[in-house]
């Protein structure tokens, strides 16, 4: 009777043992479905980080090659300024009263208006272009730190997988703690990037705004058709050559036309 008392605490035993060892695996086996869930959230927002930074230097480009092109008319402005200026220096060797009509100063007030015009748009298409600076470095430092959050999250992964191989509750229990940093990881960067983002986005969109809004005032003067109007009255060059363009787009000249048919 002993015995068999003994085998049947022997048996209770087992079973409970049994029963908390397969709790302990449901436990594990959850944490390895999390595991997997940070893996794709990481490398979803790796991705989507990537693909933010390369949209922010493409837009970033567009601003610098209007910078390049508002300092190329500026210095060409400069080039012909200097010309008047060596014409005047050939005329007033002393520093007197130039001749007069030696120089158009018409034109050379036009020169100054225009040198005035790109230096403003030149210097606000710089600040426009640098605005993108901090969008970049957000996107990037962001696209590191969620590939570091997914990189924990892969070591977490392989701890969890070692804790039920093993049976090992102090592996299981450090998987978690890496669960807990993978956490803290993503939060701190979604915070992080968010609020520089939005920040940069806001600046981004006060400089264009200034960029637009000069613009506008530049094609609102109508100085250029004013010069137009100037060397070319009533616009008998500019109907010339509107005349002498083909008259829809694409098509062939004549004798290409001809020779064509006859092929």
């Not at 402005?77 to 010309?83: C, R, Y």
């Not at 230096?119 to 990037?140: C, N």
Request: glycine share 8%; proline share 3%.
């Amino acid at each position: 009777m002993a015995g068999a008392h003994q085998h049947l605490e022997h048996a209770e035993h087992v079973t409970h043992s049994g029963h908390d060892h397969g709790d302990k695996n449901k436990h594990i086996g959850v944490t390895i479905a999390i595991f997997g869930a940070l893996i794709a959230f990481c490398s979803a927002m790796v991705g989507s980080e990537r693909n933010e930074l390369t949209r922010t230097m493409m837009e970033q480009t567009q601003a610098y090659t209007n910078f390049t092109a508002a300092a190329t008319k500026f210095r060409l402005i400069m080039l012909e300024l200097e010309k008047q200026r060596g014409k005047l220096a050939v005329l007033t060797p002393n520093g007197g009263v130039p001749p007069p009509n030696s120089i158009d100063l018409k034109v050379v007030h036009r020169f100054v208006e225009l040198s005035a015009h790109y230096s403003t748009e030149r210097k606000i298409s710089k600040g426009w272009s640098e605005s993108y600076r901090p969008l970049v470095e957000a996107h990037f430092d962001a696209a590191e730190s969620y590939e570091r959050a997914q990189l924990i999250a892969e070591f977490g992964i392989v701890l969890a997988s070692l804790a039920i191989l093993l049976g090992n509750q102090k592996v299981w229990l450090a998987s978690l703690l890496l669960a807990v940093c993978c956490f803290g990881q993503l939060a701190l960067t979604g915070w992080r990037t968010q609020h520089t983002v939005q920040e940069g986005l806001h600046h981004v969109e006060e400089v264009e705004g200034d960029y637009q809004r000069l613009r506008e005032r530049q094609a609102a003067s109508n100085e250029d058709d004013k010069t137009l109007e100037a060397l070319d009255p009533g616009g008998v060059i500019r109907k010339a050559a509107d005349q002498s363009l083909p008259a829809k787009a694409g098509a062939k000249p004549a004798a290409a036309e001809a020779a064509s048919k006859k092929e």
